[in-house]
């Protein structure tokens, strides 16, 4: 415990432990009850490395992204972020998660604000940044993701992919090192899907470590450094995108593969 | 037959207009207008007819009379009712007006009234930058209001700064009432909201601690707790500490309303989807600043139907410390009906109760639907 205290106090002050991966998660487990839901996960990810997790539904895929920011606790391993040790410590949380966005399936922007104020709340009350800073780092990333020009609506007033692309940029006004999506497409009319792929595309371009649930095995193939395959709760098989996609080593990845490709 | 503006579309006519390229149409007068009104929400089906017309025959018995009653055939000036007798047969309003400034200041010393009304009109100023974030200089005007409790309690009890003192068994009235229903509302917002998250807290003890506390509110009715403050609570604090009376109903109807208060934002914070405080979280906002940024400003929204509710039910209330012998405005009105003189005029002094009660509370009522009109922002 006392040595667990220590290195999360050194990650805190900056000099991390390991391999110097932004993520690296050993042995983790996770129970939900009784229902063992994440079983040894082993996983580093690099800066900068785009990884897309798939997998069939509730293979445990979403809990694992959902560890990494502390949305869910782990009970056994370690988890590092950014050199921080993730622990019941709740000022480790906070410094991790003010360096990890995310985005979620419903977008979970907040009603009560406008889209500018649910861009700027992150940087204004967690930063501290002031707020006319906040405003113009809030109007760069709303132009980025190309709706500037409804900074002061509200998000009831925006289509799904435009809540979907302002989540997006409502993450990346707090600059973070890494950005984790759990499922971003999946609740979205077809036609929408593209114009929030284009944007994790572009983002993508940038050199942002990303993290993405997601069925669109397009966008795997166009910009993910690396696949991975989940099923009950393990990681099966991971592999850059060519040889996962042509080539799958397991027949559980096979069977997954043939049934989303098949149509 | 055939017009251009809407051309018949009898089937076979060819489509006179490119697809994508036909225009808007005005909707047909017979889906719109008063007349159309009248009709399907009037006139509609043979129940709704005799129903509409059951409503204007009551309202044709009961409108007339009542307005020839209070107003038409009503005396207002008079020193006793046989003076209104004399005069009209309908309501005797001089009575009221001989006694209004005992209703509305109960026996307050004639002399110091101007404090009293000094401290109603600063509670305007002091509301005002609570009830509407358009006022001038906002941030300042909400310090007064924080300080406004202290200045109105100097104000009315006095005994500082050359002010004449003022026991508190001497309020009474209409002033009673909205001492007690303004302090109650005030308190138990906060006190209600803090309730509330201590009982969905992650802590066994403060959670229990909440909810013990709110289900014995629940369970006990108001007049119990007022005679508990009133007669019991002297056996619990040390002897010769002299409590002042007045000073133990405000708080037992405050840690009331609370108690009620909490139960209602407690609903407003179960509607909030998981999802918000899982993007307040994963932001790294504090559990404080995201229940004072995210949560509760959404909760609270969704709960002002029911906080309304329990602000005039509280206001209401307010009448039952007649039980502990102080006379508010209902007091004050029974106690004038044993007067000899006037004798026998109970319908007027509950009508006149009536109305100011009802003026109040269809005030809050309103104020609470352009509060949610105001909040309403398209979700």
């Not at chain 2, 909440?210 to 403050?229: K, Y």
Request: with cysteine; proline share 5%.
């Amino acid at each position: 415990m006392a040595e667990t205290q220590t290195a999360a106090t050194a990650g805190a002050i900056g000099s991390s432990k390991g391999s110097g991966d932004i993520i690296e998660i050993h042995g983790m487990h996770k129970w939900y009850g009784d229902f063992h839901v994440l079983k040894d996960i082993n996983l580093s990810v690099k800066a900068k490395e785009r990884i897309v997790i798939c997998g069939p539904s509730g293979s445990g895929k979403s809990t694992l992204i959902r560890c990494i920011n502390r949305l869910e606790e782990h009970q056994k391993g370690d988890i590092l972020v950014n050199g921080i040790e993730l622990t019941n410590d709740l000022k480790n949380i906070d410094l991790i998660r003010r360096e990890v966005g995310m985005v979620f399936q419903h977008f979970n922007l907040f009603p009560h604000l406008t889209v500018l104020e649910n861009c700027t709340l992150g940087p204004i009350w967690v930063r501290q940044t002031p707020k006319k800073e906040a405003e113009a780092i809030a109007m760069e990333y709303l132009e980025r993701v190309k709706i500037p020009e409804q900074a002061l609506k509200f998000p009831g007033q925006l289509s799904g992919g435009q809540q979907q692309r302002v989540a997006i940029a409502r993450s990346l006004c707090m600059s973070p090192k890494i950005m984790l999506f759990d499922e971003p497409t999946s609740a979205l009319d077809p036609e929408m899907i593209k114009e929030v792929l284009d944007t994790m595309i572009e983002l993508a371009d940038t050199g942002m470590t990303m993290l993405c649930v997601t069925h669109e095995m397009g966008f795997a193939k166009t910009v993910a450094d690396r696949v991975i395959f989940m099923d009950g709760g393990e990681i099966i098989e991971q592999n850059e995108p060519h040889s996962f996609f042509d080539n799958p080593q397991h027949e559980r990845t096979q069977l997954f593969l043939s049934q989303i490709l098949a149509h | 037959m055939a017009n251009t503006q809407n051309p018949d579309m009898t089937p076979g006519l060819v489509n006179a207009y490119e697809p994508g390229e036909h225009p808007d149409w005005p909707a047909p007068s017979s889906v719109k207008g008063p007349v159309h009104w009248i009709k399907t929400n009037l006139f509609g089906s043979v129940t709704n007819t005799l129903l509409t017309l059951l409503t204007i025959y009551l309202l044709y018995k009961i409108i007339p009379a009542m307005v020839d009653w209070m107003f038409i055939d009503a005396a207002y000036t008079g020193t006793s009712r046989k003076d209104c007798e004399a005069q009209a047969s309908g309501a005797c309003w001089a009575f009221i007006g001989t006694r209004l400034q005992l209703f509305i200041y109960g026996f307050y010393p004639e002399a110091e009234r101007w404090r009293v009304n000094l401290t109603a009109i600063l509670l305007f100023v002091a509301l005002a930058p609570v009830l509407y974030d358009n006022v001038p200089h906002r941030g300042k005007a909400l310090i007064f209001t924080v300080l406004y409790p202290l200045i109105a309690g100097v104000l009315l009890v006095g005994g500082i700064f050359g002010l004449e003192y003022v026991a508190t068994d001497q309020f009474g009235g209409l002033m009673l009432n909205v001492i007690i229903g303004v302090t109650g509302i005030a308190f138990s917002l906060p006190i209600g909201i803090c309730l509330a998250l201590g009982r969905q807290s992650h802590l066994p003890v403060l959670r229990i601690v909440c909810v013990a506390f709110i289900e014995f509110i629940r369970g006990v009715p108001l007049i119990t707790l007022l005679f508990v403050a009133a007669v019991m609570l002297s056996y619990f604090v040390p002897p010769g500490t002299n409590f002042d009376l007045l000073v133990r109903m405000l708080i037992m109807v405050t840690l009331f309303a609370s108690g009620y208060m909490a139960e209602v934002i407690r609903g407003g914070l179960q509607a909030i989807p998981k999802g918000q405080y899982e993007a307040a979280d994963s932001m790294g906002l504090k559990y404080w600043q995201s229940m004072r940024l995210i949560i509760l400003p959404q909760a609270l929204k969704i709960a002002i139907p029911g906080i309304v509710n329990t602000f005039i039910a509280l206001y209401k209330d307010t009448t039952l410390v007649i039980v502990i012998g102080r006379l508010d405005i209902l007091g004050i009105g029974r106690s004038s009906l044993a007067d000899s003189k006037w004798q026998g005029l109970s319908t007027e002094v509950y009508v006149f109760v009536a109305i100011f009660f009802f003026i109040s509370c269809f005030l809050m009522s309103r104020y609470s639907l352009y509060l949610e009109k105001k909040l309403h922002t398209g979700h």
